[in-house]
C-alpha cells in the first residue's frame, strides 16, 4: 500500500459495490502476486533432494517417451531431430497442464486467505500461472541447451515466440479462472481437471504433428486451442516447420480471447461469495 | 457525522442455510444438475403447490448502524453467534454485505486471525515478507520495519529456521508482530490476545494503545471483558446480528451484556427447598445461595472484589452439638476446591444453633478465587455420625461465576493461570 492521506481516502462498501475498486485493487496489490509465485515457488522444492532439477526432469521423461513412440509407431522421422521436434511441443504443454492444474485448485488450496483477509482474488489464480510460468522458462533453457547440442539454429521466426508464450499464458489462465471459480462451488473439478489435463496430452500435437491429421478432421481437431499454440511454438522454435496452418491459429487465438474474457467475468462474478461458500 | 472514520447504515447480511446439506460445505455439481432435472417433472406432478422448503434465510446482521470517531477504540461484544465475525468481515471486505452500506474513510488492516498465510515450510524471515504482502504492506515498508518486526517478535535466533519447528508462541509472536506493524488508519483485532504469554500479551496491548494513541481506530472483538474494559473508549454490544448497545460507557455495557446473558443459561446461584427433600430428624436443609451484600441471590456474574456471601438456611429439629453446616467448592472442571463448615473454628466461634429456623451466613473472601465458573454444593453433617447431605451424593448445588474485578493494578488486566488469584500484598523490607 502507498502512503494515502486518510483525509482524501474514502471507501463506501454496499451490495455489488466491488466493481469500481477492483481493477485499482488489483494494481494496488501486485506485489501480493509476486509474493505468493515466490511462495509456491521456494515451498515447492523445499526439502527435496534435487529441488529445481524436478521442472525439467518430468517434461525430459515424457519427450523421451514420446520419442520412442514416434520411433515404435513408424512415425516417419521429421527434418529436425526428434528430440528437438517433441520437445517443442512438450514445453508449452506442460507448462499448460501445471498451470492449469495449479490454478484450478489454487483458490480452494488458499481457502484460509480468502475467509480471512481481502485482496482482489484474481491474484490467487494469476500467481499460480505464475509459478508454472517460471518452470516453463527453466525448460525453455533446457531446450536452448538441447538445441545448442544438436547444433539447430532457429530462424527469424524465434521472434515471434513471445506472442504465442503470450497465447499459452492467456489460456492457461483463462481456463484456470474459470476452474479455480467452479472448483470452489463444484468439488467435482478436482476430479475433472486431471482428466482434461491427460486427454489433452493424447489429443494434442506432441507426439505427432498437425500434418499428421487427415484433412478432413483439421477443423474439429484445431478446435482444441492448444493446437494452434502448440504449432505456433515448433514454427517459431524449428525455423518455419512445420509450417503454420492459419485456420488453426485463427481459432485457437479465437478460443484463448473468448475463454480468457469470459473466465474472468464468471470468476469476478463468483468472487464476492468465495467467502462464503469456500 | 463528519469526523466519523467509519459510518455503518442499515448494514444487514443473510446467509441462506440449506438444510439438505447441512452436513456438506460445498454442493456437488451432481445434486444441481439433478436437481434442475427434476424440478419441472416436481412441478408438473403437483401443479400449483409450492415446493418445500429446502433452504432458509438466516441474517446474521440486521439493520446495524453505528459510527466511530477516529481515534477510537470500540470494544466489539456478544455471545458466539451474534454477529461480530460477520461485521467484521464486511468491514475489511472479506464478504459483501447483502443490504445496507458501510463508509470508511481510512485503510484497514485485519488482524482476524494472526498468521494467516503463514506457511509452515517457510523459514521466519520469508514468512515476515509473506505476510507483510498478504496484509497489504509494500515490499519497501515491510524491509523498513523487519528489524523492528523481529526485535518485537524476539525471533532473532529463529529467522532462518522453518516455522513449523517453532513452539507455537514464538508462532504467534511473529505473527502478531507483522500485524502490529501495519499502519493503517482502522485496525480490526479479532481475539488476538487470547494467546501468548502474560508479557507478550502486555506488551500487544501496550502497542494497541500506541496505536490508538497515534490517533488510528481500533475496533476490537474479544470475550475477555477485562481487556474491553480496560483497553476500550466504546463499546458496541451486539445480540442476534443486531445492535443492543452502543456508547462510551463500556463498564455499563459490559455489565448489561454479560447480565442478560445469564439469563439464558439457568445455573442458578440459590437452591430452595420446595420438594421437601432432605427431610431429616435433626435438621432439614431449606435455602442454599450465594448472595450479593444486598442479600440477593447472584442473577449475574460478580465481580471478584464484589462482596459475597454463602448463606444456608434450615429447620433445626433437635440440638445436636455434633451438628455442622457448609459446602463444598468445585471448580468449572469439578475438581474440589476447599470445604467450609461452620465448625472450623474454635469452638467459641461456631454459630449457636438453636432449635427452629435458623440461617448462618460465611462471607467469601473479595479477591480470593480467580474468573471463572464454580459450582458449590451443601453440606450437612452429625459430626462423624451422620452425613445426611453429602457432596456428589445427595446434595444441591448451585453454581456462580466470577468476571473481572481481578485487580486495580494496570499490569493485572488478564486473568491469570490457576485457580485463585488472590491480591496479595507486598512490602519493602529492607
Given at each position: 500500500m502507498t502512503a494515502m492521506s486518510p483525509a482524501g481516502y474514502e471507501l463506501i462498501i454496499e451490495p455489488g459495490r466491488g466493481e469500481s475498486n477492483y481493477w485499482r485493487d488489483l494494481w494496488r496489490y501486485r506485489e501480493l502476486m509476486y509474493f505468493l509465485a515466490w511462495r509456491d515457488i521456494v515451498v515447492r522444492y523445499k526439502q527435496t533432494a534435487i529441488g529445481v532439477a524436478w521442472a525439467?526432469?518430468?517434461?525430459?521423461?515424457?519427450?523421451l517417451v514420446f520419442v520412442a513412440f514416434r520411433r515404435l509407431a513408424g512415425i516417419e522421422p521429421s527434418q529436425v531431430p526428434?528430440?528437438?521436434?517433441?520437445?517443442?511441443?512438450?514445453?508449452?504443454?506442460?507448462?499448460?497442464?501445471?498451470?492449469?492444474?495449479?490454478?484450478?485448485?489454487?483458490?480452494?488450496?488458499?481457502?484460509?486467505?480468502?475467509?480471512?483477509?481481502?485482496?482482489?482474488?484474481?491474484?490467487?489464480?494469476?500467481?499460480?500461472?505464475a509459478t508454472a510460468f517460471v518452470d516453463f522458462l527453466i525448460t525453455l533453457g533446457f531446450l536452448a541447451a538441447l538445441m545448442l547440442g544438436y547444433g539447430v539454429a532457429p530462424g527469424w521466426q524465434i521472434l515471434?515466440?513471445?506472442?504465442?508464450?503470450?497465447?499459452?499464458?492467456?489460456?492457461?489462465?483463462?481456463?484456470?479462472?474459470?476452474?479455480?471459480?467452479?472448483?470452489?462451488?463444484?468439488?467435482?473439478?478436482?476430479?475433472?481437471?486431471?482428466?482434461?489435463?491427460?486427454?489433452?496430452?493424447?489429443?494434442?500435437?506432441?507426439?505427432?504433428?498437425?500434418?499428421?491429421?487427415?484433412?478432413?478432421?483439421?477443423?474439429?481437431?484445431?478446435?482444441?486451442?492448444?493446437?494452434?499454440?502448440?504449432d505456433g511454438f515448433r514454427w517459431s522454435i524449428l525455423g518455419g516447420y512445420p509450417p503454420l496452418e492459419p485456420q488453426a491459429l485463427g481459432l485457437s487465438v479465437a478460443v484463448t480471447v473468448s475463454l480468457l474474457l469470459l473466465g474472468v467475468r464468471y470468476f469476478r462474478r463468483m468472487e464476492r461469495s468465495f467467502a462464503d461458500v469456500i | 457525522m463528519s469526523d466519523s472514520i467509519i459510518v455503518v447504515e442499515n448494514l444487514g447480511k443473510r446467509y441462506t442455510i440449506r438444510h439438505q446439506h447441512e452436513r456438506q460445505r460445498y454442493v456437488a455439481l451432481r445434486d444441481?444438475?439433478?436437481?434442475?432435472?427434476?424440478?419441472?417433472?416436481?412441478?408438473?406432478?403437483?401443479?400449483?403447490?409450492p415446493p418445500t422448503p429446502s433452504t432458509e434465510d438466516f441474517w446474521a446482521l440486521k439493520d446495524v448502524s453505528f459510527d466511530v470517531k477516529q481515534g477510537e477504540v470500540v470494544g466489539i461484544i456478544g455471545r458466539n453467534g451474534a454477529g461480530?465475525?460477520?461485521?467484521?468481515?464486511?468491514?475489511?471486505?472479506?464478504?459483501?454485505?447483502?443490504?445496507?452500506?458501510?463508509?470508511?474513510?481510512?485503510?484497514?488492516?485485519?488482524?482476524?486471525e494472526v498468521g494467516t498465510g503463514f506457511h509452515p515450510e517457510l523459514t521466519g524471515r520469508e514468512?515476515?515478507?509473506?505476510?507483510?504482502?498478504?496484509?497489504?504492506?509494500?515490499?519497501?515498508?515491510?524491509?523498513?520495519?523487519?528489524?523492528?518486526?523481529?526485535?518485537?517478535?524476539?525471533?532473532?535466533?529463529?529467522?532462518?529456521t522453518p516455522v513449523k519447528r517453532y513452539s507455537s508462541g514464538m508462532y504467534v509472536r511473529l505473527a502478531f508482530a507483522v500485524a502490529a506493524h501495519l499502519e493503517p488508519e482502522i485496525l480490526i483485532v479479532d481475539e488476538v490476545l487470547a494467546v501468548g504469554d502474560a508479557q507478550f500479551q502486555k506488551k500487544c496491548l501496550a502497542r494497541m494503545s500506541e496505536v490508538a494513541e497515534g490517533g488510528r481506530t481500533v475496533l476490537f472483538v474479544s470475550h475477555n471483558m477485562n481487556a474491553v474494559e480496560n483497553l476500550c473508549t466504546k463499546a458496541l454490544s451486539l445480540d442476534k446480528g443486531q445492535v443492543q448497545e452502543h456508547g462510551v460507557d463500556v463498564r455499563g455495557i459490559v455489565?448489561?451484556?454479560?447480565?442478560?446473558?445469564?439469563?439464558?443459561?439457568?445455573?442458578?446461584?440459590?437452591?430452595?427447598?420446595?420438594?421437601?427433600?432432605?427431610?431429616?430428624?435433626?435438621?432439614?436443609?431449606?435455602?442454599?445461595?450465594?448472595?450479593?451484600?444486598?442479600?440477593?441471590?447472584?442473577?449475574?456474574?460478580?465481580?471478584?472484589?464484589?462482596?459475597?456471601f454463602v448463606v444456608i438456611r434450615g429447620d433445626v429439629r433437635q440440638i445436636d452439638p455434633a451438628l455442622n453446616m457448609g459446602f463444598a467448592l468445585f471448580n468449572q472442571d469439578s475438581e474440589q476446591l476447599l470445604w467450609s463448615l461452620t465448625t472450623d473454628g474454635p469452638e467459641e466461634?461456631?454459630?449457636?444453633?438453636?432449635?427452629?429456623?435458623?440461617e448462618v451466613r460465611c462471607p467469601l473472601p473479595p479477591r480470593f478465587l480467580n474468573e471463572g465458573s464454580y459450582r458449590m454444593e451443601l453440606q450437612c453433617t452429625v459430626h462423624c455420625r451422620d452425613w445426611f447431605v453429602r457432596p456428589e451424593h445427595n446434595s444441591p448445588s448451585i453454581h456462580f461465576e466470577i468476571r473481572g474485578g481481578l485487580s486495580d493494578s494496570p499490569y493485572w488486566i488478564f486473568a491469570r493461570p490457576g485457580v485463585l488469584a488472590p491480591e496479595w500484598k507486598w512490602e519493602r523490607t529492607r
Open positions: 525439467l526432469i518430468r517434461p525430459a521423461l515424457t519427450m526428434e528430440p528437438i521436434l517433441v520437445f517443442a511441443a512438450v514445453i508449452p504443454w506442460q507448462f499448460f497442464s501445471s498451470a492449469l492444474t495449479e490454478s484450478s485448485g489454487s483458490l480452494v488450496g488458499n481457502a484460509n486467505l480468502i475467509s480471512k483477509v481481502y485482496f482482489p482474488r484474481l491474484i490467487i489464480p494469476s500467481a499460480a500461472v515471434i515466440l513471445p506472442l504465442f508464450v503470450l497465447l499459452a499464458f492467456g489460456l492457461s489462465l483463462g481456463l484456470g479462472l474459470f476452474l479455480a471459480a467452479l472448483n470452489v462451488e463444484y468439488r467435482d473439478f478436482r476430479y475433472i481437471v486431471p482428466f482434461i489435463v491427460q486427454f489433452g496430452l493424447f489429443v494434442s500435437p506432441i507426439a505427432f504433428t498437425t500434418a499428421n491429421i487427415p484433412e478432413r478432421w483439421r477443423t474439429l481437431y484445431a478446435l482444441n486451442p492448444m493446437v494452434g499454440i502448440i | 444441481v444438475l439433478a436437481s434442475k432435472l427434476a424440478s419441472p417433472l416436481r412441478r408438473f406432478r403437483r401443479g400449483v403447490q461480530k465475525s460477520t461485521l467484521l468481515k464486511i468491514l475489511s471486505r472479506i464478504t459483501e454485505p447483502t443490504k445496507g452500506r458501510v463508509t470508511l474513510r481510512g485503510r484497514v488492516a485485519s488482524l482476524l514468512n515476515i515478507l509473506l505476510n507483510g504482502a498478504i496484509l497489504g504492506m509494500a515490499r519497501a515498508e515491510i524491509n523498513r520495519k523487519f528489524d523492528e518486526i523481529v526485535e518485537f517478535a524476539e525471533v532473532e535466533k529463529f529467522l532462518d455489565t448489561r451484556y454479560l447480565g442478560g446473558n445469564n439469563h439464558e443459561e439457568s445455573t442458578a446461584s440459590v437452591w430452595v427447598n420446595t420438594n421437601n427433600s432432605l427431610n431429616h430428624p435433626v435438621m432439614q436443609p431449606l435455602y442454599f445461595a450465594v448472595e450479593n451484600s444486598e442479600g440477593l441471590p447472584l442473577t449475574a456474574p460478580a465481580s471478584n472484589n464484589e462482596r459475597l466461634c461456631w454459630p449457636k444453633l438453636e432449635r427452629g429456623l435458623v
